[in-house]
């Protein structure tokens, strides 16, 4: 019998600022004549200093973690000199995001509010309802077309749930 455990831990900062030093827009609004095309006064209002749009932007580093879990028990069978089992299970867990210090929001269409990360349950710090339930099972076959035969055909069934680890930037 087999029996094995991984834990992973996966802490990333993400640093997603765009754009970074803030946005300067001029539109010629300020310096244009009645009647004039606004992109040939763009320049006039940058030398005014005459700016339709400003934006500033804060630097902000999400220090994202999600933590997995995954477990397994397995045993080799043999029916016969030609015929072996594997029969086994496993778990998979991986955790919804979450950042470190509870930076995180979520939108609640049922209340119409936003929802705030804090200390607590996991549920309190991803507001996202995590998936306990990935068991999956596992069966091999290795059968042998003669008694005498090396050579060995296997064919293998299982149950896999795959946790997307390190796409953090498509989730966010």
Known sequence: MKIG???LAVNTAVQDTNPLLGLDTYSGQ????????NNIYNLADFFFGLRSQYELANLT???MRQRFHFAYVQDDLKVNQKLTLNL?????FGTPYYEANNRLSNYD????SILLAKDGSLY?????????NN???????AASALTTSRLTIRRVLFTNYRSDAGVISATI
């Not at 086994?88 to 998979?92: A, C, H, M, N």
């Not at 269409?109 to 119409?112: D, H, L, R, V």
């Not at 710090?125 to 995590?130: E, F, G, I, K, S």
């Open 61 to 63: 580093v999400a220090q």
């Open 88 to 92: 086994g299970l496993r778990y998979e």
């Open 30 to 37: 300020f310096s244009r004549v009645s009647g004039g095309a």
């Open 5 to 7: 455990y991984e834990y």
């Open 124 to 132: 309190d710090r991803a507001l996202v309802d995590p998936d306990y």
């Open 135 to 141: 068991f999956g099972p596992r069966l091999t076959t």
């Open 109 to 112: 269409p049922a209340t119409n």
